[in-house]
C-alpha cells in the first residue's frame, strides 16, 4: 500500500506545534553552526568574483595590448610604403618635361611625407598607450595574485571550520527534511516565511513572564488561555510570530513565587486579653 502524503494525515494542533517547534530548534542549531563560520563563506565569495574581475580586466588588457600592436605594425607598413612612392617621385621628378609635373610631383611627395608624419605621431600615441597598458597588466596581475593567495588561506580556514561541523550538520538537515515531512504544506510555508522575515531566525516561540518570547510585548491573559488550550495556531500581534506554551514542548515554566503573609504588627483585642485571662485561670 502506497504511504499517504503529509497532507493526507490530519494531525491535531497540538502535535502541529510540536513539530513546528521541534523544526525550529533544528534550523536554530544551523544557524549557530552558521554563526560559527562568521563571514567567512562572504569574504570567499567576494574574493572569487573578485578574482574573475581581475581576470577579465587582465583579458582585456591584453587584447587591447594586441591591437595596439597591429596597429602599429600596420602603420609602419604604411610608412615604409610611402617611402617607396617617395622614391619613385623623386626618380620621375628627374625626368620632368615641364614645370606642370614638377610640381604636380612635388606635391604628391608633400602629401605623401604628411601622411608619414601623421603615421608616426600616431605609432607614438600608440606606443605610449602600450606601455601604460603593460603597466597596468603588471598591476592587475599583482593583485590577482594577491587575491589568489588570501582567497587559498580563506578556503583552507573555512575548510577547517566546515570539516569540524560537517557532520553535526548534515545529521541535524537530514532530521529537518524527515520533520518537513510530517508538517502540511500550508503550515511549513507559512513557517517558512515567518521565519525568513523574522531578524533572529524564529518563526514559533513561548510564551515567557506573560510575553512573546519572540518581541517580548506583553500578552493579554485571555490570549495566553488560549495559547495554552491548544485549539488553534495563535501568531503574536506584534511579530507575527507563532506562539506556543511551553509546557507543550516540554520547556519548564518559571515557577511563581509565593508571598507569605507578614504578620499583622497590631494584635486583635481578644488576642491580646487571651494570655491575661489563661493566668487568671
Known sequence: MATEKKNDIERTVEERLQNLFQLQTYLSEIDRIKTLRGELPN?????????????TRLEKYQEEIKNLKEFIAKKNGEIAQRKVTIEKYDEQINNVRNNREFTFLEKEKEFEGLEIELAEKNIREATEKLELKSQEIERTKEGLSDNQHILEEKKKEL????????????????????????????????????????????????????????????????????IKMHRKVIVCEYCGRIMVDGALVGLAQEPVKETTPKPSRRKSAKAATAPAEEAAD
Not at 43 to 50: A, G, R, S, T
Not at 163 to 192: G, P
Open 43 to 55: 569574504e570567499v565569495k567576494d574574493l572569487e568574483d573578485e578574482i574573475i574581475r581581475h581576470q
Open 159 to 226: 575548510e577547517a571550520i566546515v570539516s569540524e561541523t560537517r557532520v553535526e550538520e548534515e545529521n541535524i538537515r537530514a532530521k529537518v527534511k524527515d520533520l518537513e515531512q510530517k508538517i502540511d504544506d500550508y503550515t511549513l510555508a507559512a513557517f517558512k516565511r515567518i521565519r525568513k522575515n523574522a531578524r533572529n531566525g524564529l518563526a514559533i516561540v513561548t510564551v515567557q513572564r506573560d510575553a512573546c518570547g519572540g518581541c517580548f510585548n506583553r500578552i493579554p491573559p485571555q490570549r495566553q488561555l488560549e
